[in-house]
């Protein structure tokens, strides 16, 4: 089981900030994804890397930026924060050298924007 | 067509009994398939996965996979109200390295 964090658990804040959402995993794992989930519902790729300096955006058209400069970290990052950004936000990650590819998630941020 | 397809329910069941969660996917091409549990509020579990046709067990939980039909289920015994959760079923397809989730079934155990 991967140990995946996620800082901070918890964030209000105003209109039109910048925030950026921290990821870290300590297994070495090289992929990594960003999901985003209003309450009751589905589970939406926002963007996802497959290793250092490899990011692409997912399924679900998102106003946030990654970046993947080592290969632990995976920060997400909203330049300009709008309500419409409420909802939570879900990094998890994958092993190498694996057919199965399953993930792990993180215990996820709860962003309310204000 | 969605590409994992889950009923919503929500599913109830007494303690002690068996439930069954069930998804169908359209990608005939998908190769593993897993099963997550989530919690009210909380981040994704995996519980397991399974990629050949057949009953895979662990512990109370068998997953059953059916290549033919494009159909994979959960079966939990012994139902415990902590199984009360939303189980999401998940599918990659071939060489690609990403989930595709269900909208998940919420299950509640009745004591």
Not at chain 1, 62 to 82: M, N, Q, W, Y
Not at chain 2, 30 to 50: A, C, D, H, T, V
Request: glycine share 8%.
């Amino acid at each position: 089981e991967a140990d995946i964090y996620q800082t901070p658990r918890y964030l209000v804040i105003g209109t039109g900030k910048k925030i950026t959402l921290e990821c870290s995993q300590t297994m070495g794992h090289d992929k990594m994804y960003w999901y985003q989930q209003d309450p009751g519902m589905e589970l939406h790729l926002i963007h996802y890397s497959y290793g250092v300096n490899s990011t692409e955006k997912g399924d679900l058209s998102s106003e946030s930026t990654v970046s993947r400069i080592r290969t632990e970290h995976f920060p997400l990052t909203l330049e300009s924060a709008r309500p419409s950004h409420t909802s939570q936000y879900l990094c998890a990650s994958s092993a190498p050298n694996r057919q199965i590819h399953e993930q792990y998630f993180g215990p996820g941020t709860r962003l309310t924007v204000t | 067509q969605k590409e994992v397809e889950q009923n919503s329910g929500p599913l109830s069941v007494p303690e002690g009994a068996i439930a069954s969660l069930n998804c169908t996917y359209s990608d005939r091409g998908s190769q593993s398939f897993f099963w997550y549990r989530q919690y009210s509020g909380k981040s994704p579990e995996l519980i397991m996965f399974i990629y050949s046709n057949g009953d895979k067990e662990d512990g109370r939980f068998t997953a059953q996979l059916n290549k033919a039909s494009q159909y994979v289920s959960l079966l939990i015994r012994d139902s415990q109200p902590s199984d009360s959760a939303t189980y999401l079923c998940a599918v990659t397809a071939g060489s690609a390295r990403q989930l595709t989730f269900g909208s998940g079934t919420q299950l509640t155990v009745l004591p």
